[in-house]
């Protein structure tokens, strides 16, 4: 059987995770703009910048974290390497080198949508357009998964594409949580819709696109604690990190068995770990202990992870090269 | 509503081709008949029409990615090669001289080379000085003595030729090595497909397509013997080449991974690449990366685009390399002085496609000539490529001449001279209307077992008013190039 060249399955998997975080990251920057209009003001845009670890690249080139500064610094900052723009050309480093084997229109579609970004001036994300620009981000992404989904040829890479997609889906759910509970710090109280955090709330739900399935399991009020639940253990919810999780396992299983692959059992260890934590912890108990803690696991597991399927599959580690070549 | 007949418009009734042979019109006493249709349809035309068709066409092509990197002091930028909506046509007599032509000429330097690697009779018997060969920095001794399938070293040549004054066509050099722009043969007829289907219809036209199989056939035709259904590579030195588009582009027409030297190991003197389930065997490899860069051990010791003992892997006859290595001595721009007498010996035939005359400066009789006619002639050095180092003498400065002069006088065998041919023209798309521009074409020529040419080949054209330079780096562009069937 003809295996897949390494360094292609490693361009996949990362194309499609820059092309997710990018979804993710417009996602934040939209709802957040609701989030200035509240009475907490810049210190939510502060938050984002605390929760992607990006205090110091930051506070490097920006002295003050206001929206502007912020949007620029996500959006069009071509220094940063967690912008969208940034995004977005590495995603197109990886098309290039893939364009061999992806389809012509995937290409085509990066390539327009880079060259669009490039084009982008500060009036275009200023504040009262920053709706629009985050719209039309999420959604040349959503072209980019949907000309995917429609074109791009089904084999290995295939599999290697949607591991990225829901790793990098996991992983920036758990990141839209802490940034949601971050500023009231989380409570198993309801929510007075009267009251103005019920916005907050709102918001956190519409990042992630949950709002009206939320709705569906919880008709009646909202708690911190049921949003909780719902983004990370809902079985049904295609961004909740128990779905993105169970598929993982699911597409990694797959994956070694139709294409015959000895590699990649460590990365399943990693993957049933992850699992068996979402499947046995009780809120109570993550609030209580701190959710952002919990968070923080499992963004470090989802990162050993991918770590373990480089070492199986990209072709990162010498040692398994030198004993191949034995056989 | 009944078809109405074209109205003539005025877009080529200002045309003026100067004293130059005209691919659209011919010459001044005889216009090329078989163009006649091209030329009454085109007349058809609004200037306004075909100048937004032709800026569709551009943009399609950057948002495609149908481009080449250009480096600057800030970045890599990607350029589209400058396309030309006005196709240069062939007649099919005219084609059926040049593919014989251009198969003649590899014919012979696949013997050449055959030879100079193995008995070096051409050398012995005065042919051709023995220093030419044996002291040419693209000689690889490596070779001396190995059997390559067929005895096939140039799997891919591109023959630039060039349109003289009386419209015959002239070799101006041959390309070897890794010859480029194939490519665009294929997509501008795909271009011309979708912008001017009006201007293609019903006309008989021979297909550019299979350009990629015939090319997978061939080099799948060197792998090693005992490899029954050969994996064939495309090895590229990365997405940063300037031509790395056309690796794409000839990835995908064969249906083979495009790798780099990284994917690629050599173990027990065999290749592998690199898969998510460890090591595949290689047998067969369309390399483009040269000689130099091909094997940090045998070569250039510094290059990291190469595979590490992938030189003794094709001794041992493991791997089959398209071109061979050691293919450079024969594009090299003083051996082909040497190539009409080359066919004379090896064929026994006269050449079908006549040199451009040459003066070699080594030779002290040339030198002296080259010297005296300076302003007259176009100086090469004879080992660059793409246009660098040129000094077209009518053209040229006092003080770019007085330049060449001391480059000649301080190392003359790196130089040849040659006549400024006035090349053909072809009506071309400007700002301000058609004009005449100078164009050149380079056939490709696909040899495994047997030898194919691709109907038509590359017409590049110089874009720029009277500039005689077609080069994609000094702003050259190109045209689709069309064979008329009988």
Known sequence: ?327 | MTASAPHPTDLLSRYDQGGFFDELFGSRASPAPHNALIRERLAALAFEDIHLRSENAARELYNLGITFLIYSEQAAIDRILPFDVIPRVLSSTEWAHLEAGVIQRVTALNMFLCDIYHEQKIIRDGIIPAELVLGNSNYRPQMVGLKVPFDTYIHILGVDLVRDGEGVFRVLEDNGRVPSGVSYVVENRHMMQRVFPDLMQNLAIRPVDNYGQKLLQAVSEIAPPDATDPRVVLLSPGSYNSAYFEHIFLAREMGVPLVEGRDLVVSNDRVYMKTTNGLARVDSIYRRIGDDFLDPLAFDSTSLLGVPGILEAYRKGNVGLANAIGTGVADDKAVYCYVPRMIKYYLGEDAILPNVPTNICREPEALRYTLDHLAELVVKPVGEAGGYGITLGPLASKKELADCRTKLLADPANYISQPMVPLSVCPTLTEDGVEPRHVDLRPFVVTGRNTWVLPGGLTRVAMRKGTFIVNSSQGGGSKDTWVLED
């Open chain 1, 1 to 327: 059987m003809n295996n897949l060249l390494a360094r292609y399955a490693e361009d996949i998997f990362w194309m499609a995770r820059y092309m997710e975080r990018t979804e993710n990251l417009a996602r934040i920057l939209d709802v957040h703009e609701t989030y200035g209009h509240d009475h907490h003001g810049s210190k939510n845009w502060r938050s984002i910048i605390r929760l992607n670890g990006d205090e110091k690249g930051f506070f490097d080139r920006y002295p003050t974290a206001s929206a502007e500064n912020v949007v620029y610094f996500y959006i069009l900052d071509d220094s940063n390497p967690t912008s969208i723009v940034s995004g977005i050309r590495a995603a197109r480093e990886n098309a290039r080198c893939l364009r061999p084997w992806i389809s012509t229109e995937m290409w085509t579609h990066i390539n327009v949508f880079h060259n669009r970004l490039l084009s982008l001036t500060p009036e275009d994300i200023a504040l009262p357009a920053l709706t629009r620009l985050c719209s039309m981000i999420k959604e040349s992404c959503q072209t980019h998964s949907g000309i995917t989904e429609g074109t791009f040829y089904r084999d290995e890479g295939w599999y290697f594409y949607l591991l990225g997609k829901n790793v990098e889906r996991a992983d920036q759910t758990t990141r839209l949580l802490d940034i949601g509970f971050h500023a009231p710090g989380p409570s198993a109280d309801a929510i007075d819709p009267a009251r103005h955090d019920f916005v907050h709330w709102h918001a956190v739900l519409r990042s992630v696109a949950g709002y009206h399935a939320f709705r569906r399991v919880y008709p009646h009020g909202m708690t911190p604690a049921d949003i909780a639940v719902f983004i990370l253990y809902n079985e049904s919810f295609p961004r909740s990190v128990t779905l993105c999780v169970r598929e993982i396992n699911l597409l990694l299983t797959r994956l070694k068995s139709r294409y015959k692959l000895n590699g990649g059992n460590k990365a399943l260890e990693r993957i049933d770990e992850i699992q068996s934590a979402l499947a046995t912890r009780a809120i109570e108990r993550v609030i209580r202990d701190g959710l952002h803690g919990h968070l923080d696991w499992l963004q470090l597991r989802l990162s050993d992870f991918t770590s373990e399927l480089s070492r199986s599959f990209f072709g990162r580690q010498p040692s398994e090269v030198s004993q191949q070549q034995e056989a």
